[in-house]
């Protein structure tokens, strides 16, 4: 886990000039080494984040003057091992131990598809010396990171979007499609746009090809169906439980390769609590795990320790509750939203901020529930689509933050045009194989929701502080696999029922049949206090006015109310529309 960056020119001129002030602000995701490589149009960054193969042979970016390919790679190849057998049998010699090196050689051997043979999470930019190409890469189900802008002659890239605003020659106006989509979904905008207009992201499951004149070409290499499968249908419910707990088990086996200890996020839930099970069953010593718990604010209460305690002493864990009072997380939100890529309003971010600041003291890596609820059909907006007769409105009605009649009365009439969020919907259900309002709701949130909120909050506020998440439910197999499993037999009990089922008699049942619960921040959903002054602060500021986003009545209207105006998903809207201005100013735009 690392960061990167790269510079590639098509007007003649040398690569480079700021690859270092990119690099450096990349540094929390890679605080043990860092690395650059230049060579006339082409430039390198790295940070080193060890934690395969912590010999100097592993450092980035890496040069195969043999192959004449350079690589600088941000992620995890889980199953190198087995890849570089298969290729040393081919007759190629290697000189470390570790993941980066297996895919140079993968490439030389099998080319830019070699991702198609790849477990893991992974960003990466290959150059090849004789051709002048350069190749960039994104993990199937986009759990790492991969930015770029396109300032005239050239193309930068890098982990972070802050990175590439740090080199300057980035249009930082806001693009109202993007807006559009960061007040309609929870603040998800979906690839590759960004809230900025001169910085894209690359999609994922996405090779982008670059030749030296500049030409550039994008070819899908994974694609997901959702929905049953003909050769299904002789599947009973024991089939697919007994499916899901193999699958998922070697999925979390595949996650423990590493050369420093691995630890858990045990939020209490059932997601977290089967990946300790799964560890424990797996043989896993000396497991640690880690629980974040906040101040009840009124009804809403502020942790899960009694569920995260339970499930840690069945297992004899090393467990570590981590107690937070209002007073710490108000000063943190500044770092917060600094180290955000894009903005992101979940609540939840300030406590895997806060959790993995203390969890880096411990460990390097740790596995994380995220993608449970997407794929395995785990939120209270499914059944809704599960009755639907028109899969477009109804889930518009249980998932938009506002409507666009009331998006009229936020954004500033001169981003407002199209119903862009609706008609993005639109484009997406008519594209999905399955005519089921419900599967194609959840191929939705598998491919889009699911990659600009949870995922990308847990990569973003856990590598600022230096730490690796891994995401077991995020196995392609996996994923594969939720895909063909029926709808009610994931939306049923609740939500989540097969992985329930699969679940007993590893996870104890006072954990599996709790009613669900969220990552409690009980804080920023009813502001008051220290936080509502945050907000009014930030709104207030001369840059605010006069950048002029949103409405004041509509500013107004919230900041007079801000406990009454939740979004259908319970969240803030004060806190939706404080948060990105916040972001911007972070990030000096």
């Known amino acids: 886990m690392c960061g990167i960056c790269g510079e590639v020119t098509f007007d003649g001129t040398v690569a480079g000039r ?75 010699r290697f000189f470390s131990q570790g993941d980066t090196e297996v895919i140079l050689k993968a490439y030389a051997e099998w080319g830019p598809r070699c991702v ?17 190409r350069v190749v960039l890469a994104r993990d199937r189900l986009g759990i790492k990171p991969l930015y770029y802008a396109e300032p005239v002659g050239r193309l930068r890239f890098a ?40 910085v894209r992201k690359l999609s994922p499951a996405t090779l982008c090809i670059i030749e030296p004149d500049g030409r550039r070409s994008e070819q899908t290499y994974w694609s997901l169906t959702v929905g049953p499968r003909a050769e299904d249908r002789k599947f009973k419910e024991d089939d697919w439980r007994e499916a899901v707990r193999v699958t998922l088990g070697k999925a979390v086996e595949r996650r423990r390769v590493a050369d420093v200890p691995v630890g858990v996020l045990l939020s209490g839930g059932l997601d977290s609590s089967i990946l300790v099970a799964l560890l424990a069953e797996l043989g896993q010593a000396d497991l640690r795990t880690f629980s974040i718990g906040f101040e009840t604010v009124g009804d809403v209460q502020g942790d899960e320790f009694r569920y995260s305690d339970l499930v840690a002493a ?7 509750r981590i107690k937070v009072d209002s007073s710490r997380a108000i000063d943190a939100l500044p770092g917060m939203i600094a180290a955000m890529s894009e903005p992101m309003m979940s609540h939840d971010a300030i406590g895997f901020y806060l959790l993995s600041h203390e969890v880096a ?29 028109d899969a477009t409105e109804d889930y518009a009605r249980v998932y938009f933050d506002r409507d666009h009649d009331e998006m009229g009365q936020v954004l500033a009439p001169s981003l407002m045009n199209g119903d862009y969020s609706r008609e993005f919907v639109d484009d997406f259900f008519r594209d999905c194989a399955s005519s089921r309002p419900i599967d194609k709701t959840l191929q939705l949130d598998t491919q889009i929701m699911m990659v600009d909120d949870p995922v990308k909050r847990v990569d973003n506020m856990a590598m600022a502080s230096g730490l690796e998440t891994r995401v077991p439910f995020l196995d ?114």
């Open 361 to 389: 003291k411990y460990v390097k890596v740790a596995q994380s529930g995220q993608g449970a609820d997407e794929i395995l059909g785990g939120y209270h907006w499914y059944p809704a689509l599960m009755r639907s007769n």
């Open 18 to 92: 700021m690859l270092a002030t990119m690099n450096d602000k990349m540094r929390a995701r890679g605080p043990d080494a860092g690395g650059m490589f230049s060579q006339d149009r082409v430039a390198f960054g790295h940070r080193r984040l060890s934690i395969i193969d912590l010999a100097a042979a592993s450092q980035q970016p890496m040069l195969d003057p043999v192959l004449g390919l350079a690589i600088v790679f941000n992620g995890c190849i889980y199953n190198y091992r087995e890849l570089r057998n298969e290729l040393a049998a081919k007759g190629y």
């Open 314 to 320: 069945r297992f004899g864990t090393d467990h570590h």
């Open 159 to 198: 982990s972070t979007l802050p990175a590439l605003l740090t080199a300057g020659d980035v249009d930082t106006s806001i693009d109202p499609v993007a807006l559009h989509h960061y007040m309609s979904w929870h603040a998800v905008v979906p690839a590759p746009r960004t809230i900025l207009k001169g």
């Open 116 to 132: 198609e043979r790849f477990y893991g999470m992974f960003a990466f930019a290959i150059w090849e010396r004789d051709s002048g």
């Open 476 to 589: 392609h197999d996996m994923v594969e696999l939720a895909a063909r499993i029926p709808a009610e037999l994931k939306v049923g009990g609740g939500g989540k029922y097969i992985l329930k089922e699969a679940a007993r008699g590893l996870v104890p049942d006072e954990v599996i049949d709790r009613p669900k619960g969220y990552f409690p921040v009980p804080a920023l959903k009813y502001l008051r206090g220290a936080f509502l002054e945050f907000v009014r602060d930030i709104l207030d500021t001369p840059r605010a006015r006069q950048r002029g986003l949103f409405q004041r009545a509509y500013v107004e209207r919230l900041l007079s109310n801000p406990e009454g105006e939740l979004t259908p998903k319970g969240h803030s809207k004060l806190w939706q529309v404080a948060l990105l201005e916040s972001w911007l100013q972070a990030q000096g735009v």
